[in-house]
């Protein structure tokens, strides 16, 4: 029942709250005739990434793209070594200022920790009025300060000033008056008395989010946000009161109870920002064994069935879909790629058919050294498993050249046109396999290379399915 209201929902919500259209445009020299994609955050507890649209640059460097939106909103795109981004308004259009392309090298396409480099974009025949020209400014002046500063803030110097410190910063934004900006600069220096020890976690939390407005899309805001409930969990647990939180979510699985513990600390009264505090901390402490992996699965489950707030019930969700992805027992990250013959192959052509799935590249000598091991299983196996491996080349040409100069009859897939695929599954070495079974879903995660038993560990899954 639950499922049909909440959907009636957000088939309503929009007749009252429509957005208006965004045009970005601009001319990207020296990048004709690529496909470029604008995104934001679809939210800012995992970061999920949601398209907003895409382009074609055409011949001549240029393009335009456009979206709605209900809110000012921070828009990226992917841009070599890139996270470009922009904030844009509903309803106006932006003529986008490119630096020049500098593309990520192999090592960083492989290296899972790589940091993108933040890049304000310019807009072309801007005013000192325009936000974006302002928060650049803003983002300009405060790290400034933030250097400045450094060392009296790591020392914990009383000798910092941080109310004189941010009244200079204040004063050079007197005139420039904007809901998104006030409370952007809010955060930023709330951030600074948090970062400078003037105020400790609890009271930030009082002062700037317990009575306050939540501010999903505002990225100030979020960012503390994220510090000063990080490991709340772990930091309430050790009180009398807060030590019930390991029952009510291992042993109860019970998000009332959980609300219950939660609402005995005063920074947590409000019950939107308790939800919002769970929903954090849940996605944080998936990651570590503090707590049973299924039970908070089943605590966050019942949050997104019982909120009454749409955007917990997509941060809920997001949540899911990010922790379980690579889950034995639930479905892999879904892909659609081309083989050495320009055909496009998806991972759900191989539903019905167990799937021994490999991420490599063949300038590897882990790789190349495997390559004849697979060839000879699928000579022995292929009528009980399918071998598919992605391959990080180059280009589509180079893996198609290796290939066929190699003769190997199992299915080779590129990257290219999907290079998101290899930290959707969390590749941070080649070579690395999954196992996925006839349903298509993670059967092992991840699986044994070809010389580590693999044999024996896919023949056992095979009988305990019952098809041996």
Not at 94 to 104: A, G
Not at 141 to 147: A, D, Q
Not at 331 to 359: I, Q, W
Request: charged letters at 25%.
């Amino acid at each position: 029942m639950w499922v049909k209201f909440i959907s009636l929902i957000f088939i309503i919500v929009p007749l009252f709250t429509q957005g208006k259209q965004v045009v970005l445009k601009g001319n990207i020299a020296g990048y004709p005739e690529k496909e470029i994609s604008f995104f934001t955050y679809d939210d800012q507890i995992t970061y999920t990434e949601k398209k907003l649209c895409s382009t074609v640059v055409d011949e001549n460097g240029e393009f335009t793209c456009t979206f709605d939106i209900k809110q000012t909103t921070y828009v990226f795109l992917h841009f070599g070594i890139y996270e470009a981004y922009v904030f844009v308004e509903p309803g106006k259009e932006y003529e986008l200022l490119f630096p020049e392309i500098q593309e990520k090298k192999l090592i960083d396409e492989l290296n899972p920790y790589f940091e993108p480099v933040l890049y304000h974009l310019g807009i072309e025949e801007t005013s000192e009025n325009e936000l974006n020209y302002q928060l650049a400014f803003f983002d300009e002046v405060y790290s400034k300060m933030i250097n400045e500063n450094a060392y009296l803030i790591y020392s914990k110097s009383n000798k910092l000033d941080v109310n004189q410190e941010l009244s200079k910063v204040d004063s050079l934004f007197t005139d420039f008056h904007h809901p998104f900006f006030n409370d952007f600069k809010t955060y930023r220096f709330a951030s600074f008395r948090h970062l400078s020890y003037q105020e400790k976690s609890k009271s930030i939390s009082n002062t700037y989010y317990l009575n306050n407005k939540v501010l999903y899309h505002n990225p100030a805001y979020m960012e503390l946000f994220n510090q000063v409930y990080d490991e709340y969990f772990q930091y309430f647990g050790r009180t009398h009161y807060g030590e019930k939180i390991y029952k009510d979510i291992d042993e109860r699985k019970s998000i009332t109870a959980l609300k219950n513990t939660l609402g005995q600390d005063s920074v947590l009264t409000n019950d939107t920002l308790k939800e919002l505090v769970i929903l954090k901390c849940l996605h944080d402490e998936f990651y570590n064994d503090d707590f049973s992996r299924s039970a908070m699965l089943v605590v966050l489950d019942s949050l997104a069935m019982q909120t009454k707030i749409p955007e917990h019930h997509k941060i809920a969700q997001n949540i899911r879909s990010k922790v379980t992805k690579l889950m034995v027992g639930f479905r892999p990250p879904a892909f659609n790629l081309y083989t050495k013959d320009s055909s496009l192959v998806s991972l759900d052509s191989f539903k019905g058919k167990y799937v021994y799935l490999g991420f490599c590249t063949t300038v590897s000598y882990a790789c190349i050294q495997e390559f004849d091991k697979l060839e000879r299983l699928n000579e022995l196996h292929k009528d009980y498993y399918e071998i598919v491996i992605i391959s990080m080349d180059e280009s589509l040409t180079h893996m198609k050249r290796f290939v066929e100069k190699k003769g190997y009859s199992y299915t080779f897939l590129h990257y290219g046109n999907q290079p998101e695929v290899f930290k959707d599954y969390d590749i941070r070495a080649f070579p690395t396999y999954y196992f996925i079974d006839k349903e298509g879903k993670l059967s092992m995660s991840p699986a044994p290379a070809p010389d580590e038993n693999l044999e024996q560990y896919i023949f056992q899954k095979l009988k305990e399915a019952g098809d041996l």
